[in-house]
């Protein structure tokens, strides 16, 4: 970068990125998928690739995932959340995926090396499957989504 020191980018911090993808059906369940490698429910998404944006990683994981092309609509939600013993911090980025009808829903196929099943899960039963930090911030997604809002939130919860 010009007017910069040699090696000043490569000494810059680095954060963990995900994108994932809220998808609701036409009552407004939410749809979440159950990861083989860990002990609670999430939303579809994953980790941002290196060169690879946000929005391209979630377009990525939903197919990778769930079989399915979605063109995500608007950034939702921006969650900074702050590392902890489990994980170092990051941000994530989540998307609209609008309304998926029957039709849409009964092309998914599951990526078997990575998840187990998918469900549509009403806001207490995603409650029940989501840690905490998760059920915070499909919360707020779907409050972003009905409200036209995009929102920021630090560890699940609103800032701004």
């Known amino acids: 970068m ?9 000494a810059l911090p680095r954060k ?17 998928v159950e990861p083989s490698y860990k002990d ?14 946000p929005y ?8 990778e995932e769930l079989g399915i092309r979605v063109t ?3 950034l939702l939600i921006a969650d900074w959340v702050p590392a902890s013993p489990q994980r170092t911090e990051g941000v994530i980025f989540m998307f609209d995926g609008g309304f998926l009808h029957a039709a849409a829903a009964a092309q998914i196929r599951l990526d078997q090396d990575e998840l187990l099943s998918w469900a549509w899960c009403t806001a207490a039963e995603a409650d029940a499957r989501l840690p905490g930090l998760q059920a915070r911030r499909v919360r707020a997604a779907v ?18």
């Open 72 to 74: 995500p609509g608007r």
């Open 16 to 32: 963990r990125m995900a994108a994932c993808v809220l998808l609701r059906d036409p009552t407004g369940r939410v749809l979440l």
């Open 143 to 160: 409050r972003a989504a009905d409200e036209q809002v995009a929102g920021y939130l630090e560890d699940g919860r609103w800032r701004c």
């Open 2 to 10: 010009p007017g910069l020191p040699a090696g000043h980018a490569a």
């Open 40 to 53: 609670y429910w999430e939303l579809p998404g994953g980790c941002v690739e290196a060169d690879e944006s």
């Open 56 to 63: 391209d990683a979630a377009v990525r994981e939903l197919s």
